[in-house]
C-alpha cells in the first residue's frame, strides 16, 4: 500500500489536514481570524481612505494602513531574529537596546547639519549616517555573537548584557540631549514621501524581504544555519564551521536592528533613550514563536515569522481600536498570544499530524478488508 | 495464556502512514527465559517493543501479562513500568552527575524526607547480590558504560520487574564487559524475570539465549527454541532468502593490483593529535583497504579523527598523492579528497531534522562552497541517484532522517560521503548497530570501491568484518600503534594475540 492510494481516498480532507499541520497555517489562521472579528465588529475597520495629510500632501488613511505601516520593524526584526534562533538555539533579547543606540547613532550625525544644506548633500549625508548605523549595529550584533559562539554561553544570557547597557550607550553617543530633527526631508523614512500615498517604512520592510529571499536562494544560508542549530558537531564534521555561521546570524540580526533603528527615529525625528522600541524584543520573539519555529533552533520558516510579526501588530491595533485601555492591553495580549502559541508549538502541530495519520491508516486498513472480503 | 508465559502479545498491528509496521504479529515471553528478538532493520522489533513499553499506542492485537485475567492496556513508559515491563536502552538514560544509589532510588523515594544511609545500603546489598562490581556512593558518570547498563538493570530489578526488554544493551560494550553483563542476565534468568533481548549481535544470541523470534517485513516468521535453529538458517530467515555467504566477500577483491610502491595516496609522517594518541605514521596507497583495531579506547577512533582533521592536529606531515598538505580541520580534508563516516552517528553522523536529501547533499554542498548552492532540481537527482545506489528505504526524499532506521541512517551517511566522490574514504564503525543484511552490503560496498581505485580504512568492533575486508590492519593499544598485521598473519588469533599484547609482531 503507498501513501498516494492511502490520500486519493479522501483527498479534500487530507488536503484540510496537510493545511492544519502546516506551519503557516496557525499564523494565517489567526490573520484571517482577527479579520473576520474585525468585519463582523465593525466593517469600517477595514475603510481606506485618500486624504490630504497635515503637510498637504496626498496619503492612504486606515487601520489597515496602520498595520502595515507599524508592523514594519517587527517584521524587519523578525528575519534576523529567525536566522539567530535557528543557528543558535536562542534568542536575542538586546534588540530594543540596540534599536536606541541604532537610532541615536543616526541622530549624532544628522543634528550637526546646517538646516539649508542641499538635497544632494543632505541624502549623502544621511546615507552615510545610514551606514555608520549599519556597520555599529552589526558590530554589537558581533559582539552577541561572539559570546554566544565561542564563549558558548547562552544567547539570553549574553545578549542580558547589551540589553541592560544598551539604552545608556544610546543616551551617552548624544550627552544624553533631547534631540529633535527639523528638517522635515528626515522624516520621509518613518512616514511619507512627498506624492507617494503609501508609508515609507512599508517600501523599506519590502526591500528587506526581497534582500532575504535573494540570500536564502543565493547563499546555503538556510542549510548551514538549519544543520548547525540541529547538530553543531555533525555540521563541524562536514566542513561546515558552526561558531561562524552564528556570528553570522548576530551579524545579519544587527543588520536588521540598524534598519529599524532608522526607521524608529525617523518616523518621530526624534528619540527618548528609554522609551524607543520599549519591549519589541519580546514581540520579535513571540513573531518567530507564532510562526511555529521551533526556539530550540534548527529548521524554520521565515514567512511564518513575518506573518506572525504582522498579526501581532493587528492584534495591538484591534485592541486599540476597541477602546481598551492602554495600561490593559498588554493583559489582553497574552490571553489571545498564549492561545496561539500553544497551537503553533511543534508538538501540537505533530499531535495533530499524528492524529490524520491514524484515521488514514485506520481507513487504509478497513479498505483492504473490504477488498479482502 | 500459555503454561509459563508472563506475557502474551496476539495479534498486535501498528500502521504509520502508508506502512504497516506490525501485522498481527504473536510474541512469547516464558519466565525465566531469555528471549531473542531478531530481525532486519524495519522488521518491526523496535515497534515492537515500543508498543509493548507504551511508547506507540497498537492498532490492534491484545496484551496479556502474567495475573491478570484480562488483556491490559499500556498508555504509557510509566505505566508499562508500573505494571512490571522495564527497558533498558543502549543510550543510557540514567543521571552521569548522580551517584548509583540515586540513579536506582530516584523518583522511588516517598515523602519529603530521604534517608539516604538506608538508601545506600539497600542498593549496595543490591548490586551485591547481583554481582555488579561498584560501590553504591560512586558517582554514575565515573563508572564504564557497562556497569551504567548494569546499574539501569539493576534499577530495573529493584522495581520488581517481571519482564525485562534490553535494547541492543551491548553495542557499545567490549568483549569482557558483555560477559559481564551476560553473567547479571543468566542470573536475573534463574530468578524467573523474562528478558527480551534485542540485538544484532549472532554469536550473543547463541551464546545466552533460549528461544529466538524472528521477523521480518512486520510480520512474525516463527519462534524457535535456540538449538533448533542454525545460525545460517537465522540468517537466511531474517532476510527471507539463502544467505549469501558472507565468506564469500573476500573473493571479489582483488589484491593484487595494489603496488606498494606507488606513491601512497595518504601519508601520515609523526601525525601528532591532542586526544591522547601517540605520534603515529600511517599511508594508504590506490586500491587497498586497511584497518584500524584495537579494543575501545585503544585509540583507533582518535587516529581516523586526527587523520581527518576532527581533532585538532598539532605536529607531524600530511602528503597527498606525494604532495605535503595541511589538513587542520575536515573542511582542509574534504578539499583533500577525504571522506570520513563517524563512528557516533546519532551524535557526529546525522542532522536528524533535516530531510533524507539534504543530508545525502550536505558533504558536497559545503565543499561547493557558501554561495553556490544546488539548485533543487540537482539535489534531488543526486539524492535520486543514491537512494536507489544503496537500495535506502525512505518514505521519501523529504523525510527526516531521523524518522529512518538505524541502517538505512548509515546508508544516507555513507551516501553524503560515497556523493563527496572522495580518493580515501575512512568509515569507522560503519556497521555498528543494523542489521545482518546491511552489513553485508557495505563490506560489498566497500570491496566495490577499492576495486574502483579509491583507498578505504575501515574500523570494525567485529574481527571476522575487519578480516573479511582488509589487506592491511594496524593494530593498536592504549593509544599506540603495537603492530602491522598483512597477508597470512590476518587471522583472528594472530589479532588476539596482537590486541592483547605479549606476543606483538
Known amino acids: 500500500m503507498t501513501d498516494k492510494q492511502i490520500s486519493s481516498g479522501n483527498s479534500v480532507k487530507g488536503f484540510l489536514g496537510k493545511m492544519v499541520s502546516n506551519q503557516l497555517f496557525i499564523p494565517l489562521a489567526a490573520l484571517l481570524l482577527l479579520v473576520l472579528f474585525n468585519l463582523v465588529a465593525d466593517p469600517t475597520f477595514f475603510k481606506i481612505a485618500l486624504e490630504p495629510s497635515s503637510t498637504g500632501n496626498l496619503i492612504l488613511s486606515g487601520n489597515i494602513i496602520t498595520i502595515i505601516d507599524n508592523a514594519s520593524e517587527l517584521a524587519i526584526l523578525a528575519i534576523g531574529m529567525t536566522l539567530v534562533t535557528s543557528a543558535s538555539g536562542g534568542q536575542d533579547i538586546s534588540v530594543g537596546s540596540a534599536i536606541a543606540i541604532a537610532g541615536s547613532v543616526v541622530l549624532r550625525i544628522v543634528k550637526g547639519q546646517p538646516a539649508d544644506i542641499s538635497s544632494l548633500s543632505f541624502y549623502g549625508m544621511l546615507f552615510g549616517a545610514f551606514l555608520l548605523c549599519v556597520a555599529v549595529s552589526a558590530a554589537f550584533g558581533a559582539f552577541n555573537g561572539a559570546l554566544v559562539a565561542y564563549f558558548k554561553i547562552q544567547p539570553m544570557v549574553a545578549t542580558l548584557i547589551l540589553f541592560t ?142 506573518i506572525g510579526a504582522y498579526v501581532i501588530q493587528f492584534l495591538t491595533t484591534t485592541l486599540f481600536k476597541f477602546k481598551v485601555s492602554s495600561s490593559a492591553i498588554s493583559a489582553y495580549k497574552a490571553v489571545v498570544v498564549i492561545l496561539l502559541i500553544i497551537m503553533s508549538a511543534p508538538i501540537v502541530r505533530k499531535w495533530f499530524a499524528d492524529r490524520r495519520n491514524r484515521r488514514l491508516a485506520a481507513k487504509a486498513e478497513s479498505a483492504t478488508g473490504k477488498e479482502v472480503a | 495464556m500459555k503454561d509459563g508465559a508472563v506475557l502474551e502479545m496476539r495479534g498486535i498491528c501498528k500502521y504509520f502512514p502508508g506502512v504497516r509496521a506490525l501485522e498481527k504479529v504473536d510474541f512469547t515471553l516464558r519466565e525465566g527465559e531469555i528471549h531473542a528478538l531478531m530481525g532486519e532493520n524495519g522488521a518491526g522489533k523496535s515497534t515492537l517493543i515500543k508498543v509493548l513499553t507504551g511508547v506507540y499506542p497498537k492498532d490492534g492485537g491484545e496484551v496479556w501479562l502474567k495475573g491478570s485475567d484480562k488483556p491490559i492496556h499500556i498508555k504509557s513508559p510509566q505505566d508499562a513500568q508500573n505494571t512490571g515491563i522495564a527497558t533498558v536502552y543502549q543510550e543510557i538514560t540514567l543521571c552521569p552527575n548522580l551517584t548509583v544509589a540515586e540513579n536506582m532510588y530516584i523518583g522511588r523515594t516517598k515523602g519529603p524526607l530521604t534517608n539516604w544511609s538506608s538508601i545506600n545500603r539497600k542498593a549496595g546489598k543490591l548490586l551485591d547480590d547481583l554481582g555488579i562490581p561498584v560501590a553504591a556512593t560512586e558517582q554514575l558518570g565515573n563508572c564504564s558504560i557497562a556497569v551504567q547498563q548494569m546499574v539501569a538493570i539493576a534499577r530495573a530489578v529493584d522495581m520488581d520487574c517481571k519482564v525485562l526488554i534490553l535494547d541492543e544493551p551491548t553495542s557499545s560494550l567490549d568483549e569482557q564487559e558483555v560477559q559481564k553483563l551476560f553473567n547479571l542476565m543468566r542470573d536475573l534468568k534463574s530468578k524467573g524475570v523474562g528478558i527480551i533481548f534485542v540485538t544484532h549481535f549472532l554469536e550473543q544470541v547463541y551464546e545466552v539465549c533460549d528461544r529466538i523470534t524472528v521477523l521480518r517485513d512486520g510480520k512474525l516468521v516463527g519462534e524457535y527454541v535456540i538449538e533448533d535453529l542454525p545460525r545460517v538458517q537465522l540468517v537466511s530467515k531474517m532476510l527471507g532468502k539463502d544467505f549469501d555467504d558472507m565468506a564469500d566477500i573476500k573473493s571479489d577483491a582483488d589484491t593484487a593490483n595494489i603496488d606498494l610502491n606507488e606513491t601512497p595516496v595518504y601519508q601520515a609522517i609523526n601525525l601528532t593529535g591532542t586526544t591522547g594518541i601517540k605520534p603515529f605514521d600511517f599511508e594508504i596507497h590506490r586500491g587497498e583497504v586497511n584497518g584500524f583495531t584495537g579494543l575501545l579506547g585503544s585509540g583507533r577512533s582518535e587516529s581516523v579523527r586526527a587523520i581527518f582533521g576532527a581533532d585538532r592536529v598539532v605536529g607531524g606531515e600530511v602528503k597527498i598523492d606525494g604532495r605535503t598538505v595541511k589538513i587542520r580541520k575536515p573542511l582542509d580534508a574534504m578539499k583533500n579528497g577525504i571522506s570520513y563516516l563517524p563512528e557516533d552517528r546519532k551524535l557526529d553522523g546525522i542532522v536528524g531534522d533535516l530531510s533524507v536529501r539534504d543530508n545525502i547533499i550536505l558533504a558536497l554542498q559545503v565543499m561547493k562552497g557558501f554561495f553556490k548552492p544546488f539548485t533543487k532540481a540537482q539535489a534531488e537527482a543526486f ?28 546508508k544516507v551517511i555513507l551516501a553524503r560521503w560515497l556523493l563527496a566522490d572522495p580518493i580515501y574514504l575512512i568509515l569507522d564503525e560503519p556497521t555498528r548497530g543494523i542489521d545482518v543484511g546491511t552489513k553485508v552490503e557495505i563490506q560489498k560496498l566497500v570491496l566495490k570501491l577499492a576495486a574502483e581505485g579509491k583507498s578505504v580504512t575501515f574500523i570494525s568492533s567485529e574481527i571476522d568484518e575487519m578480516i573479511r575486508t582488509c589487506s592491511r590492519l594496524i593494530v593498536m593499544r592504549d593509544g599506540k600503534v603495537v603492530g602491522e598485521l598483512k597477508g597470512d598473519d590476518l587471522t583472528q588469533n594472530k589479532i588476539m594475540a596482537t590486541i592483547a599484547g605479549g606476543e606483538s609482531k
Open chain 2, 383 to 410: 539524492a535520486d541517484e543514491y537512494i536507489k545506489l544503496l537500495n535506502i528505504k525512505t518514505a521519501s526524499q523529504d523525510t527526516p532522517i531521523k524518522s529512518l532506521s538505524g541502517g538505512n541512517q548509515q
Open chain 1, 165 to 306: 547597557a544598551g539604552r545608556s550607550i544610546a543616551a551617552w553617543i548624544n550627552n544624553n540631549d533631547n534631540i529633535s530633527i527639523n528638517d522635515t526631508r528626515f522624516g520621509y523614512f518613518g512616514n511619507f514621501i512627498p506624492g507617494i500615498p503609501v508609508p515609507t517604512p512599508v517600501f523599506i520592510t519590502i526591500i528587506c524581504l526581497v534582500v532575504i529571499a535573494l540570500v536564502l536562494k543565493f547563499t546555503n544560508l538556510r542549510l548551514y544555519s538549519q544543520a548547525v542549530g540541529i547538530n553543531a558537531s555533525s555540521s563541524r564534521l562536514n566542513g561546515i564551521n558552526p561558531k561562524s555561521i552564528k556570528l553570522l546570524s548576530f551579524i545579519i540580526l544587527g543588520i536588521c536592528v540598524a534598519v529599524c533603528g532608522f526607521i524608529k527615529v525617523s518616523r518621530t525625528s526624534s528619540i527618548t533613550y528609554s522609551v524607543i522600541a520599549n519591549n519589541i524584543e519580546m514581540d520579535a520573539i513571540l513573531a518567530v514563536a507564532l510562526g511555529g519555529n521551533n526556539l530550540g533552533g534548527g529548521k524554520f520558516n521565515l514567512t511564518a515569522s513575518v
